[in-house]
């Protein structure tokens, strides 16, 4: 009994832990990279992963968000891989994410790019149960929906949660995740919240150990989870998650950025 309340408290706290930008679209500074052809940003990267020496020393930006029911955090690195450094993710028996806030133009920018590797797919990963919220990678993008567009219901259950833990809980996010129980291009709610749509990218251990190149069009993807206009984005985040499960994985992620349709 107690760890399965440990696991739903954990999972409450999901999207607790991750930045959010209020309705007033507020950002945190520091610089991010932004290529223009004159008529608006074609290209905007998050901090960047390759930028930066090899280390604990993350780019400035990028924060690491806990969990406070789970009692072990991730370690995140930065390593050579290929002759380029890329982010580490080491998750056994644990979770927590990096996040970065940056406020996104889904409509001028709508394709996020980024490559994953994972050291082997999550066993017990499966997206319809509670105890299967684990996954070998994830990739959140966090959506800043304005509270008049939310259900009322929604907005009584996100400002109850914000005055218990003093957080800004995003109203909306994508979650892409290499999988294990779906195959690559599924997709259902969180096990715990119909805000948070889980896509499935990666699968299984076909492609474990391989770097994967993935781009997602995140406003198309909006639009069939939510049926809605599309809000702009406030953040994302990226994350493996092991603590329900028990089990072992390593992440390593690439420099991730958001760029126009072709």
């Known amino acids: ?6 696991q739903r408290r954990r ?4 999207l607790l832990a991750l930045p959010a930008i209020g309705a007033t679209g507020v950002m ?4 991010v990279a932004a290529a223009s052809d004159g008529d608006g940003p074609r290209r905007i990267e998050l901090p960047r992963f390759s930028a930066a020496p090899p280390g604990h020393r993350l780019p400035a930006g990028w924060t690491h968000q806990t969990l406070p029911s789970v009692e072990r955090p991730n370690r995140f690195d930065l390593v050579v891989d290929e002759g380029v450094t890329v982010l580490r993710v080491l998750s056994d028996h644990s979770a927590s994410s990096l996040a970065v806030v940056q406020r996104v133009d889904p409509a001028a920018t709508p394709l996020l790019r980024w490559r ?3 050291s082997n797919s999550v066993a017990a990963s499966d997206l319809r149960r509670k105890a299967g919220d684990d996954y070998a990678g994830r990739v959140y993008v966090l959506f800043d929906l304005p509270p008049e567009r939310l259900r009322v219901a929604d907005r009584l259950k996100i400002a109850a949660a914000r005055l218990l833990h003093g957080a800004d809980l995003p109203a909306a996010a994508l979650c892409y995740v290499w999988g294990t129980a779906q195959a690559a291009g599924e997709s259902g709610w969180n096990a715990y919240t119909d805000r948070l749509r889980m896509l499935v990218v990666d699968s299984g251990n076909g492609h474990a150990g ?4 993935v781009v997602r069009d995140v406003a198309a993807d909006f639009r069939v989870a939510f049926g809605e206009p599309v809000p702009a984005i406030s953040g994302v985040a990226v994350a493996a998650d092991t603590d329900n499960s028990g089990e072992r994985v390593e992440a390593r992620f690439g420099d991730l950025w958001f760029e126009a349709r072709p």
């Open 1 to 6: 009994m107690a760890a399965m309340n440990r």
């Open 11 to 14: 999972a409450s706290l999901t």
């Open 28 to 31: 945190r500074g520091f610089a």
């Open 116 to 118: 994953w590797r994972v």
């Open 210 to 213: 391989q770097w994967r190149e």
